[in-house]
């Protein structure tokens, strides 16, 4: 079956330390692959997407993203975390052309002083 | 600035009562979505369309229904049929296009929330 994992549900990370989210993904093939970021009772933004090319993608905010192919992967990096980016985070895939995407549950992120 | 207009923002809805969440797009999309969202289970797609009179069913159409007589406008009712309806729900638009191109990238709305009294 199809699905899209993101292991962590809760990440606390100190402002000015690096950030990792994880994506695993199982699909048939390889599927188009995004990072949306959502705050409290808002919609979600886009951050990044991977379609095809380099497997080292950036977006806003200061966020890049590594697909790996042989780990069925899409991790979301960022090198120095700022207060604003506590938010909630979603990994999200989509192999239809039509963009019906199936989301991860969501890791969300506490930034610490 | 184009955009997605949800509303309303906030709704309450007794037990037994239809509601409707409105969604309106002025990005010229041909496809819009409706998406549920409840903590910890990310977003699961309710209904899409790709074109104006057409629409089908997502992972969770039961107790939901909708419409699509303009481009711009797809709005959601939640019947008395759905035995869960509290929840965010979050409408998105899209291009048609071919998934390279990247004209598929969803663009969402702020959201509805829904409580049931």
């Known amino acids: 079956a199809q699905s899209v994992t993101q292991p962590d549900i809760h990440i606390t990370v100190s402002e000015g330390a690096s950030l990792e989210l994880r994506c695993n993904y199982s699909?048939?093939?390889?599927?188009?692959l995004f990072w949306y970021v959502q705050s409290p009772g808002q919609g979600l933004q886009l951050l990044l997407k991977?379609?095809?090319?380099?497997?080292l993608v950036q977006g806003i905010k200061g966020f890049e993203a590594e697909f790996k192919r042989s780990q069925s992967s899409f991790n979301l990096r960022k090198p120095s975390v700022h207060w604003s980016d506590a938010a909630e985070y979603f990994c999200?895939?989509?192999?239809?052309?039509?963009?019906?995407?199936?989301f991860g549950a969501g890791t969300q992120v506490v930034v610490t002083p | 600035d184009g955009g997605i207009t949800q509303s309303p923002k906030y709704l309450f809805r007794k037990e037994g009562q239809n509601v409707t969440l409105s969604c309106e797009q002025n990005?010229?999309?041909?496809?819009m979505y409706w998406y549920r969202q409840d903590p910890g289970q990310g977003l699961r797609l309710i209904y899409y369309?790709?074109?104006?009179?057409?629409?089908q069913k997502g992972d969770i159409a039961e107790g939901y229904s909708v419409s699509r007589e303009k481009k711009e406008s797809f709005p959601l009712t939640v019947t008395s049929a759905q035995k869960n309806p509290t929840a965010f729900y979050l409408c998105?638009?899209?291009?048609?296009?071919?998934?390279?191109?990247?004209?598929?990238?969803?663009?969402f709305g702020a959201g509805s929330r829904l409580t049931v009294l």
């Open positions: 991977y379609f095809s090319g380099d497997t």
């Open positions: 369309s790709q074109i104006v009179n057409d629409f």
């Open positions: 990005l010229n999309h041909d496809a």
């Open positions: 999200a895939v989509t192999t239809d052309s039509w963009g019906k995407f199936q």
């Open positions: 699909y048939g093939a390889t599927p188009y």
């Open positions: 998105a638009s899209s291009m048609k296009g071919v998934l390279h191109s990247g004209a598929n990238v969803l663009t």
